[in-house]
Structures are given as structure tokens and as C-alpha cells.
């Protein structure tokens, strides 16, 4: 026995003695890190942007004129970029600019990409006199200039992002030549920025907010510009000092429309105050809290009349909208939004949580809303399995208008050719019709589709073509991990009969910093210490029959399906990291003995606490039921679509209740409590963001 505690003994001072040495090894490294980025961490003084970006010019004009390349590959993945429905060609989509940044490095781009649809071919267009490279700069389509689209701004930083510029220079692009022009405007002119939004009416292009990174802080902007494409020439209209305006953001929607434009949400910082530190009692002081904006406004523009000598500025006046109805909740940043037929399409976003000056957690989004303008309301979308059809025509594989009306137009051919034989139009459906042209653009391979909408995401690009919602790329975070999506996606907003995946690769991946090593070597010696003293305490091996201990969480009998090809297993997850984040938020959910589709109640939570989660996703199956009964959701006004959608969530609710109760009984005895949303912990305000929701 006395051998015994004196092994023991002496393996734990060989135990501390390790210890002790990793620890100064470990001093001595960090020591070498702190000196060496003093040395060279000093990426501000270190990197002239100037020079930077005049080798990047002088690189561009060597190129003697402009080529269009067929590329190998999809562009490589970027954040921050534009993506656009080309103004002119329904079968292509413009993408510019955009970074990437691996934890380590940012790396910019100024390749302008074309997609080209009916062939499924990327192409990168170089020319002597493009923009620069960029991210956080905006575009727009020319209003009254059908084939123009205009670039204003963004900005550019040094590889460890220590330094930053912004740009305030104004490009047009000649959509069916390719070609830029920068434009040198007369008088005043918007200041550099970065995160604006511009949008067009008639022939004006409409500019609004953004941010400029100085030295000492971020600043907000607020200020209104009209650029005027047939005087051109800048104006900073004069608005009444009492008239109601938005206030300075960013990352907000900017959409067309009929009489001006329509403005809604943002993100920004503002000034609040917080507790000094953790003891209490603690002074107050000064800080920068995160706003997510969710008001709304309208931007009516007047133009001059005709007998008014050329160069008079329009009237200009913003008149502020009420929160639109039935909006995404909780609150978002970072969902974008594309125009389409009078409405935005909305996209993911994230919910940020500040437990604390140094925490932040944050839940991210994948749901499709509809915001009808006029209506000043959202519609949430959902995918549906679209009907079995007897007979498929020769444009199965096309989506859009062009697809249903190469139907008709099949059709009429396939009546044409019964008459012409001397038959029935009876007869028709069994007619066969040559159309080499279908065949031609068929595409050339089969894509994916999937009942599901893209992984969680926010930032991601938006453009819709043809009634089709083309999504692309975004971000999405785990813990100070960031993720940048190499993916795109295709959704018919006609039929929504599923999510065409058109491309997707793994994510690259995230270089470690130093503090983030050191960090999880902390972790895993504060484990491995508590096993010691777990040992010390209880003894050393734990005898075979004794009894295991109890699991405090039931393991989630839900099992990630096994992707069957290589498609599968690309979508169904980014990394192993984010595919380990995905399993870990699906195992924290309870496990469901039939899973109808339906969203399934939580243990402790009331009827109205599981209608406030769930309402989103009541409201879309009340919408599709009451489609296919034909009936219009438009026609039923916003509480009565509550309503209903509630009648149907307490129906479920009564329906589980005796499987949740028996989960509560096992959980309470495995003293497991109420689960509480990110939304609760926040209370859905207003006060939430991120660094890099700008």
C-alpha cells in the first residue's frame, strides 16, 4: 500500500514537472511572437497602398485590348462582391470585385466574371482600363441607359488588413462590349466609402450611406446623392433640416422604384454606455454598440419640368413608411435583398447575442422571404415539391418564363401537327415535334436540386434573371472562425419546385493565429489537469463493474443522411469544422419518433412560446395549403393569416403533448431546464451585430 501511494507520488511530481516545463516553453514562444509582430506587424507603416495599387494599374494596362476567356472553373470564392442580372442579355449574370480572407491574408479582386446560363459557362473578361481591386462597392443597372451599368466606390486594404483605402471614383460599364469607362464628373462628388447601396429611376442613379474606416474609428454615413446620366453630373439634393431621414448605415436594401426608390434596414454602430468591468458597482464608460436598423422609407423623387434649363436638380423628399408587416424575426443583419417584379427577395442573415465585452454568439439564417413594397409586407417562401406530370416536355430542364413558354409554344406545334395530319386535337399529346433548337440549349449536364435551402449564411449575393433567384457565395462564422462559401445556387420564384445547386466546393481552410494555438493548448492541458485531479481523487482505474455514468443529454436519434455521390457530400458540408457545428446545433434539439415535415414543439414551452418560435414556418405551410386549395394568401390580411397559422400550431402542440411531457420527465430527472433561444437571451432588440456586419 505504501508502494502504491509513493508510484503515485512520484508520477505526479513527474506530472507537474512536465507541466512546468511546457509552461515556460510556451512563455518563451509567446515572448518570440510579441517581438516579432512588433517588427513586422507594423502592416500600416510597412505597406505603401499607393504603390500597391499603382502596380496593379501598371499590370492592367499591358493588356492591349479586351478578351473574353472561357474559364476551367467557377471564380474562386470572395466576400463583399456584385452580383448582377445583366441588363441586356437574359442568359447571362455579371460578377466584379470582391476578398477573401483566410485568417491570415486578404486578397482582393477586380475580374470581371460572366456567367453564361443556357451554356453553364463561366467566362473572365480583362481589359487595359478596369477598376481596381475591391469589395464593399455597389452597382446598378443604367435606368434609361439600358446597356450601361455604373460602379461607385469600395475599398482595398493591405494583406493583414492593417491599412485601408476607400475609393470614391465612379465607373460605366458597357454591358454588351465589356468595356469600362472611368467617369471624371464636374463639381462636387461623393466622398470615398465603402458599404453603400445604389439603385437607379429613370435617368438618375440613386447613392445612400455607407462607412469610411479612419484611423480612430468607423463613421457612418447618411448623406443622399443623384447622379443625372444624361447631364453628368453629381447632386447632393437639399432636404428640409425637420424633415424625417434615415439615419447613417450601412448594408441596407436600396430597391427601385416606379416614383423614386424604397429604403429598408441596415446596419450601423452608436454611441451607448456599458459597465467598466465585471465588479460591481463599476463605473460607466463610452462604447460603440452594434444597431441592426428595421425602419423603413421612401425616397419620392420629382423631376425638373421640361421648360426647365438643363442642369436643374430634381425635388427630392424621404417620406418614412411603418415597419413593414410580418417582418423576419428575429432581427437580421446581413440578409440581402434582390428586386424582382415589385417585390425583394430576402435571404439568410445572422442574430447576434453580446453576453458580454469579449463573448458573442450568434445564430445564422437560410429562410426566403417575399417584401411586397407596395404592400409594405413580407411573405415567407418555402420550397414545394412540384406535381407529378404525365407527360415531361422537350424544356423540362429550364426554369423561368422562357421554359414555360417554350411549353405553350411546344403545345401549339404539337396541335399544328395534328391538323396538318388529317387528326384530332385530341390527338396531339402523342405527337412528336423536331425542335433542334430546344436541343441545342439543353444544358449540358444534369444539376442537383434539393428540397432544402442553402446552408445558414448571411451576406450572401443575390441577383434574380428571368424569374430565377440566383444565390451566391456568403459568409458564415463559428466562433472566431470565418467561412466564405464557394457555391451557387438557382430557385425558380415561380414555381419553387427546389434549389438547383449550379455549383459548390469545400471551403478553404482557416489559418490558426498564434492566440487561437495557444488558446486550444490551454484548453487541452486545463482537460487534461482535471483528469489528474479527477484520478487523485477517485482512484486510478475505474473498476469494469462498476456502473457507467449517467449521460446528462440524450444523444439525438436523428442520423445525418450519408450522401450518396460526390455532390452530396460537397453540400453537405463546407469543412469538417462546419459540418461538426451543424451536427452539434442538430443534437441539441429533441429527437422526434415521426418526422411529418412540421415543426415540432420544444420540452417546457407553451403553446404561444412555440407559435412565437415556429410562426415563420406555420405561416408558409398555411400559404401552401391555402395555394393549393387556390387560394390567394394575398387576399387574407395579416392577422387573419396569424391567426390561422396559430390554429394549426396548437393543433401540433396537442398533438405532441404526450410524447414531450414523458421527454420533460426524463429531462428534469437529468436536471436539464427550460431551453432558451439566442432571441430570448437578447429580447429580439435592436442592440446586435458583429465586427464584420458591415
Same mark, same amino acid.
Given at each position: 500500500?505504501?508502494?502504491?501511494?509513493?508510484?503515485?507520488?512520484?508520477?505526479k511530481k513527474?506530472?507537474?514537472?512536465?507541466?512546468?516545463?511546457?509552461?515556460?516553453k510556451?512563455?518563451?514562444?509567446?515572448?518570440?511572437?510579441?517581438?516579432?509582430?512588433?517588427?513586422?506587424?507594423?502592416?500600416?507603416?510597412?505597406?505603401?497602398?499607393?504603390?500597391?495599387?499603382?502596380?496593379?494599374r501598371?499590370?492592367?494596362?499591358?493588356?492591349?485590348?479586351?478578351?473574353?476567356?472561357?474559364?476551367?472553373?467557377?471564380?474562386?470564392?470572395r466576400?463583399?462582391?456584385?452580383?448582377?442580372?445583366?441588363?441586356?442579355?437574359?442568359?447571362?449574370?455579371?460578377?466584379?470585385?470582391?476578398?477573401?480572407?483566410?485568417?491570415?491574408?486578404a486578397?482582393?479582386?477586380?475580374?470581371l466574371?460572366?456567367y453564361?446560363?443556357?451554356?453553364?459557362?463561366?467566362?473572365?473578361?480583362?481589359?487595359?482600363?478596369?477598376?481596381?481591386?475591391?469589395?464593399?462597392?455597389?452597382?446598378?443597372?443604367?435606368?434609361?441607359?439600358?446597356?450601361?451599368?455604373?460602379?461607385f466606390?469600395?475599398e482595398?486594404?493591405s494583406?493583414?488588413?492593417?491599412?485601408?483605402y476607400?475609393y470614391?471614383?465612379?465607373?460605366?460599364?458597357?454591358?454588351a462590349?465589356?468595356?469600362?469607362?472611368?467617369?471624371?464628373?464636374?463639381?462636387?462628388?461623393?466622398?470615398?466609402?465603402?458599404?453603400?447601396?445604389?439603385?437607379?429611376?429613370?435617368?438618375?442613379?440613386?447613392?445612400?450611406?455607407?462607412?469610411?474606416?479612419?484611423?480612430?474609428?468607423?463613421?457612418?454615413?447618411?448623406?443622399?446623392?443623384?447622379?443625372d446620366?444624361?447631364?453628368?453630373?453629381w447632386?447632393?439634393?437639399?432636404?428640409?433640416?425637420?424633415?424625417?431621414?434615415?439615419?447613417?448605415?450601412?448594408?441596407?436594401?436600396?430597391l427601385?422604384?416606379?416614383?423614386?426608390?424604397?429604403?429598408?434596414?441596415?446596419?450601423?454602430?452608436?454611441?451607448g454606455? *456599458? !459597465?467598466?468591468?465585471?465588479? +460591481? %458597482?463599476? &463605473?460607466?464608460?463610452?462604447?460603440?454598440?452594434?444597431? @441592426?436598423?428595421? =425602419?423603413?422609407f421612401?425616397?419620392?423623387?420629382?423631376?425638373p419640368?421640361?421648360?426647365?434649363?438643363?442642369?436643374t436638380?430634381?425635388?427630392?423628399?424621404?417620406?418614412?413608411?411603418?415597419?413593414?408587416?410580418?417582418?423576419?424575426?428575429?432581427?437580421?443583419?446581413? *440578409? !440581402?435583398?434582390?428586386?424582382? +417584379? %415589385?417585390? &425583394?427577395?430576402?435571404?439568410?442573415?445572422?442574430?447576434? @447575442?453580446?453576453? =458580454?465585452?469579449e463573448?458573442m454568439?450568434?445564430?445564422?439564417?437560410?429562410?426566403?422571404?417575399?417584401?411586397?413594397?407596395?404592400?409594405?409586407?413580407?411573405?415567407?417562401?418555402?420550397?414545394?415539391?412540384?406535381?407529378?406530370?404525365?407527360?415531361?416536355?422537350?424544356?423540362e430542364?429550364?426554369v423561368?418564363?422562357? %421554359?414555360?413558354?417554350?411549353?405553350?409554344?411546344?403545345?401549339?406545334?404539337?396541335?399544328f401537327?395534328a391538323?396538318?395530319?388529317?387528326?384530332?386535337?385530341?390527338?396531339?399529346?402523342?405527337?412528336?415535334i423536331?425542335?433542334?433548337?430546344?436541343?441545342?440549349?439543353?444544358?449540358?449536364?444534369e444539376?442537383?436540386?434539393?428540397?432544402?435551402?442553402?446552408?445558414?449564411?448571411?451576406?450572401?449575393?443575390?441577383?434574380?434573371?428571368?424569374?430565377?433567384?440566383?444565390?451566391?457565395?456568403?459568409?458564415?462564422?463559428?466562433?472566431?472562425?470565418?467561412f466564405?462559401f464557394d457555391?451557387?445556387?438557382?430557385?425558380?420564384?415561380?414555381?419553387?419546385?427546389?434549389?438547383?445547386?449550379?455549383?459548390t466546393?469545400?471551403?478553404?481552410?482557416?489559418i490558426?493565429?498564434?492566440?487561437?494555438?495557444?488558446?486550444?493548448?490551454?484548453e487541452?492541458?486545463?482537460?487534461?489537469?482535471?483528469?489528474?485531479?479527477?484520478?487523485?481523487?477517485?482512484?486510478?482505474?475505474?473498476?469494469?463493474?462498476?456502473?457507467?455514468?449517467?449521460?446528462?443529454?440524450?444523444?439525438?436519434k436523428?442520423?445525418?443522411?450519408?450522401?450518396?455521390?460526390?455532390?452530396?457530400?460537397?453540400?453537405?458540408?463546407?469543412?469538417?469544422?462546419?459540418?461538426?457545428?451543424?451536427?452539434?446545433?442538430?443534437?441539441?434539439?429533441?429527437?422526434?419518433?415521426?418526422?411529418?415535415?412540421?415543426?415540432?414543439?420544444?420540452?417546457?414551452?407553451?403553446r404561444?412560446?412555440?407559435?412565437?418560435?415556429?410562426?415563420n414556418?406555420?405561416?408558409?405551410v398555411?400559404?401552401?395549403?391555402?395555394?393549393?386549395?387556390?387560394?390567394?394568401p394575398?387576399?387574407?390580411?395579416?392577422?387573419?393569416?396569424?391567426?390561422?397559422?396559430?390554429?394549426?400550431?396548437?393543433?401540433?402542440?396537442?398533438?405532441?403533448?404526450?410524447?414531450?411531457?414523458?421527454?420533460?420527465?426524463?429531462?428534469?430527472?437529468?436536471?436539464?431546464?427550460?431551453?432558451?433561444?439566442?432571441?430570448?437571451?437578447?429580447?429580439g432588440?435592436?442592440g446586435?451585430?458583429?465586427?464584420?456586419?458591415?
Amino acid at each position: 500500500m505504501a508502494k502504491d501511494k509513493k508510484g503515485k507520488s512520484d508520477s505526479k511530481k513527474a506530472k507537474l514537472a512536465e507541466k512546468k516545463q511546457k509552461q515556460e516553453k510556451k512563455a518563451e514562444k509567446k515572448a518570440k511572437t510579441k517581438a516579432s509582430k512588433t517588427q513586422d506587424s507594423s502592416d500600416a507603416e510597412d505597406v505603401d497602398l499607393d504603390a500597391v495599387l499603382e502596380e496593379y494599374r501598371r499590370q492592367q494596362e499591358q493588356f492591349l485590348k479586351i478578351t473574353e476567356t472561357v474559364c476551367d472553373s467557377p471564380p474562386r470564392a470572395r466576400a463583399a462582391s456584385c452580383l448582377l442580372a445583366s441588363p441586356i442579355n437574359t442568359n447571362q449574370l455579371l460578377l466584379f470585385g470582391g476578398e477573401y480572407f483566410n485568417g491570415a491574408l486578404a486578397t482582393f479582386f477586380n475580374d470581371l466574371m460572366v456567367y453564361y446560363i443556357d451554356r453553364d459557362e463561366w467566362r473572365c473578361v480583362t481589359s487595359p482600363n478596369a477598376p481596381l481591386p475591391r469589395s464593399g462597392h455597389a452597382w446598378c443597372r443604367g435606368g434609361n441607359q439600358a446597356g450601361s451599368v455604373y460602379l461607385f466606390g469600395g475599398e482595398f486594404s493591405s494583406p493583414k488588413q492593417g491599412t485601408f483605402y476607400h475609393y470614391n471614383d465612379f465607373w460605366r460599364l458597357d454591358v454588351a462590349a465589356k468595356e469600362w469607362n472611368r467617369i471624371e464628373c464636374k463639381g462636387k462628388t461623393p466622398p470615398a466609402r465603402s458599404g453603400h447601396r445604389m439603385t437607379y429611376y429613370k435617368n438618375y442613379i440613386v447613392l445612400f450611406g455607407g462607412f469610411q474606416d479612419t484611423a480612430n474609428q468607423t463613421k457612418y454615413l447618411a448623406d443622399l446623392w443623384l447622379y443625372d446620366t444624361r447631364d453628368m453630373i453629381w447632386y447632393q439634393p437639399a432636404l428640409p433640416p425637420a424633415q424625417l431621414k434615415p439615419d447613417a448605415r450601412s448594408s441596407f436594401t436600396l430597391l427601385p422604384h416606379e416614383q423614386g426608390a424604397v429604403l429598408y434596414g441596415g446596419y450601423s454602430r452608436v454611441k451607448g454606455t *456599458a !459597465t467598466a468591468g465585471k465588479v +460591481k %458597482g463599476a &463605473g460607466q464608460k463610452n462604447v460603440l454598440k452594434p444597431l @441592426v436598423h428595421q =425602419d423603413c422609407f421612401f425616397l419620392r423623387i420629382t423631376q425638373p419640368p421640361a421648360e426647365a434649363p438643363s442642369g436643374t436638380p430634381p425635388t427630392v423628399r424621404w417620406e418614412k413608411r411603418k415597419k413593414p408587416a410580418n417582418a423576419p424575426n428575429p432581427t437580421r443583419a446581413g *440578409a !440581402t435583398m434582390a428586386f424582382h +417584379k %415589385g417585390r &425583394g427577395i430576402l435571404f439568410g442573415g445572422v442574430h447576434d @447575442v453580446e453576453e =458580454d465585452e469579449e463573448g458573442m454568439e450568434s445564430e445564422f439564417f437560410n429562410q426566403l422571404f417575399a417584401w411586397n413594397v407596395e404592400r409594405n409586407r413580407f411573405f415567407p417562401l418555402a420550397l414545394r415539391k412540384p406535381r407529378v406530370q404525365k407527360k415531361a416536355g422537350a424544356s423540362e430542364g429550364r426554369v423561368g418564363r422562357r %421554359g414555360r413558354a417554350q411549353q405553350n409554344e411546344e403545345e401549339l406545334l404539337r396541335h399544328f401537327a395534328a391538323l396538318q395530319a388529317g387528326g384530332k386535337i385530341e390527338d396531339a399529346d402523342d405527337m412528336e415535334i423536331d425542335n433542334k433548337k430546344e436541343k441545342d440549349e439543353t444544358p449540358t449536364r444534369e444539376m442537383p436540386v434539393s428540397m432544402e435551402f442553402p446552408h445558414p449564411r448571411f451576406n450572401a449575393q443575390l441577383a434574380v434573371q428571368d424569374d430565377v433567384l440566383y444565390l451566391y457565395g456568403g459568409t458564415f462564422e463559428k466562433g472566431d472562425r470565418e467561412f466564405t462559401f464557394d457555391d451557387m445556387y438557382a430557385i425558380d420564384l415561380g414555381k419553387l419546385d427546389g434549389c438547383k445547386e449550379v455549383f459548390t466546393r469545400p471551403v478553404e481552410d482557416w489559418i490558426e493565429s498564434e492566440d487561437e494555438e495557444d488558446d486550444d493548448e490551454d484548453e487541452y492541458e486545463d482537460e487534461e489537469e482535471e483528469e489528474d485531479e479527477e484520478e487523485d481523487e477517485d482512484g486510478d482505474v475505474e473498476m469494469a463493474d462498476e456502473e457507467p455514468k449517467k449521460r446528462l443529454f440524450t444523444p439525438s436519434k436523428r442520423g445525418k443522411k450519408a450522401p450518396t455521390d460526390e455532390s452530396e457530400a460537397a453540400s453537405s458540408g463546407v469543412t469538417a469544422e462546419l459540418a461538426s457545428s451543424v451536427a452539434d446545433e442538430e443534437e441539441t434539439e429533441a429527437a422526434t419518433t415521426v418526422d411529418d415535415g412540421l415543426p415540432h414543439p420544444r420540452p417546457f414551452e407553451s403553446r404561444r412560446d412555440f407559435f412565437q418560435r415556429t410562426s415563420n414556418e406555420w405561416q408558409e405551410v398555411l400559404m401552401t395549403n391555402l395555394r393549393w386549395k387556390g387560394i390567394q394568401p394575398e387576399s387574407l390580411t395579416v392577422k387573419e393569416i396569424k391567426t390561422k397559422a396559430f390554429e394549426l400550431s396548437e393543433e401540433k402542440w396537442w398533438d405532441c403533448r404526450e410524447e414531450i411531457m414523458a421527454l420533460e420527465e426524463e429531462q428534469e430527472a437529468a436536471g436539464i431546464g427550460e431551453v432558451v433561444s439566442l432571441a430570448d437571451k437578447a429580447g429580439g432588440g435592436p442592440g446586435t451585430g458583429g465586427a464584420r456586419r458591415r
